[in-house]
């Protein structure tokens, strides 16, 4: 198993990112798929977070209205589309995928948002 994310880099106040996460070695459809974030000196926490079918939904509140979870179940992708982007969103961001007991991590993407 295997999930890649990426889309993470340097940008302005304001400015948006859109982070990507690949899976590999899953039925991707069937797994819950999260986004959480890690800034330094902080412990990690749930972004958001979009269900196998699209239907349900979780938003951290400081980025509700900003940020944005999909996922193309075809290319077993999920997406964290992030507008508006604070210095407060600097942190390591990471996509999980959960079914029942099967847990599994990405590796981090580093998301610096200057002032």
């Known amino acids: 198993v295997q999930l890649q994310a990426c889309g993470g880099g340097l940008v302005q106040t304001g400015g948006s990112l859109t982070l990507s996460c690949a899976a590999s070695?899953?039925?991707?459809?069937?797994?819950?798929v999260e986004w959480h974030r890690q800034a330094p000196g902080k412990q990690r926490e749930l972004v958001a977070d979009i269900s196998g079918r699209h239907d349900t939904n979780y938003y951290l509140d400081s980025v509700k209205g900003r940020f944005t979870i999909t996922r193309d179940n075809d290319k077993n992708t999920a997406y964290l589309l992030m507008n508006n982007l604070k210095p407060e969103d600097t942190a390591i961001y990471y996509c999980?995928?959960?079914?029942?007991?099967?847990?599994?991590w990405g590796q981090g993407t580093l998301v610096t948002v200057s002032s």
């Open positions: 070695g899953i039925t991707f459809s069937t797994y819950k």
């Open positions: 999980r995928t959960l079914l029942r007991n099967l847990v599994f």
